[in-house]
């Protein structure tokens, strides 16, 4: 069985649950919709070819997704050998490449399948945490799903939480 490429990140910091990470720039393809979880199939299909390119990308981890009243979205974050010049631009029109810039997060782990009730919860103590360290949020939260919707145990979520850090 081939290993699935991670987003790679680098812990600068620990305390409690929480780990303070840099993540360096990396290529991404994001929908964005008004209905919660409706892009991962379109999202699948760029990276089985339905791309300017024809070109089969794999799969990455984790998952990112944010929620909110207006706007949720899904992206997948591309391989590392990816960058702004041989990305694939995607067919369909609510699909965008993009390259994010990274940054410093603070980042919880919960495991079992997400759901509002936990993204919640964890979003909560996660912001707690911080307000009792003295650390600023700088951004809104992503959750970020590391596993398959087939693997039933030992499942790895994330609250992140994008910071001021010096």
């Not at 991404?28 to 990308?57: R, V, W």
């Not at 067919?91 to 490449?97: I, P, Q, R, W």
Request: without cysteine; glycine residues 4%.
């Amino acid at each position: 069985m081939s290993q699935t490429e991670m987003q790679s990140y680098q812990v600068v910091r620990s305390f409690s649950e929480v780990e303070i990470r840099f993540y360096p720039p990396v290529m991404m393809a994001k929908h964005t919709a008004n209905i919660e979880g409706s892009g991962f199939g379109k999202l699948f299909n760029y990276i089985s070819g339905n791309n300017s390119m024809q070109t089969k990308i794999a799969m990455t981890t984790p998952v990112h997704m944010e929620k909110s009243k207006e706007v949720n979205s899904m992206a997948f974050v591309l391989p590392k050998h990816f960058n702004q010049d041989n990305t694939p631009l995607p067919n369909e029109d609510s699909l965008t490449v993009f390259e994010d810039q990274g940054g410093y997060f603070a980042a919880i782990r919960y495991s079992g399948y997400t759901s509002t009730v936990k993204e919640k919860e964890y979003t909560s103590v996660l912001k707690n945490l911080l307000e009792k360290e003295k650390i600023t949020p700088s951004g809104l939260p992503k959750i970020l799903v590391y596993d398959s919707p087939y693997k039933f145990i030992n499942r790895r979520n994330e609250i992140l939480i994008p910071i001021e850090f010096n």
